[in-house]
């Protein structure tokens, strides 16, 4: 989604969830790309959803108005046969005692961004590109709370850590960050976006998921490959070619629900998806 804003011309300051809002059209038109491409889930437009996030836009008294919309027009753009997965990213701080954030000021603010989700039309909630699973857990306590019913998928980021080996950037284990989201009651583990990975370290990384959440199903949603920086921008260029093959490469190891983050466009998506159902 954030690849694909500012693709439309959306600023690098500019608060890419007012889109929601002033140009629905354009988020609109961005979700169909991605379903006409065969994807069956679509995510909304509400990674920096919450208070603490808005605020940095001076948006945080829009917090339901422009979760709700996300999930509006996300509906929308899905149609009745797609599922919208309400997007819950990090709050952008650390929880105490690093930082100065309780965790029922969190769980608040979660709960206020996941009830807009929910009443905009979104069917699960994933809390994802997590590194701290205390935070993990906060996001999946807040959206059991709002409804018993609704699945919850939490995501991790990860980096190697030594070969073979991945950590969050808080040193949390893929076995630990798996563990304790299964035991807060998430739905669905895995992984998005990541750290410097190859495509090849999203598969292996795939495999690890799916030994440590036995019967959880694994989803994983990695980069266009490991980015270069070119004019302050990261460029990612795996093909869609070289995506729709790690794609059934992650099948392979057992992932259940494969998707893209960074650099993932529609027309990487379409060649993922053509293979996975070929498969
Ligand atoms: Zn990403």
Known sequence: MGTQLLARGLKTNECGMAWNVTRPGDVGAIHQAYRNGGCDLITTNSFGGTRFVLAGHQLAARVAELNRAAAAVARAGTGENGWVLGDVGPFGDFLEPLGD??????????????????????DAILVETMVDPAE???????AKSCSADV????????????PGEFRTIMGTTVAEAVQRAIAAGADIVGTNCGTSLTLDDYVELGRQLVAAAGKTPVIVQPNAGSP?????????????????????????????????????????????SRAIKAA
């Open 228 to 272: 270069r920086l070119e004019n302050d921008c990261a460029i990612y260029d795996a093909t869609p070619e070289q995506m729709a093959e790690t794609a059934l490469k992650l099948l392979g190891v057992g992932v259940r629900i494969i998707g893209g983050c960074c650099g993932t466009t529609p027309a990487h998506l379409a060649a993922m």
């Open 151 to 162: 699945p919850v998928i939490v995501t991790y980021a990860f980096q190697k850590s030594a």
């Open 136 to 142: 993990a857990i906060v996001g999946v306590e807040a």
């Open 101 to 122: 954030t309780t965790a029922d000021d969190l769980r608040a603010a979660f709960r206020d961004q996941i009830a807009a989700l929910i009443a905009g039309g979104a």
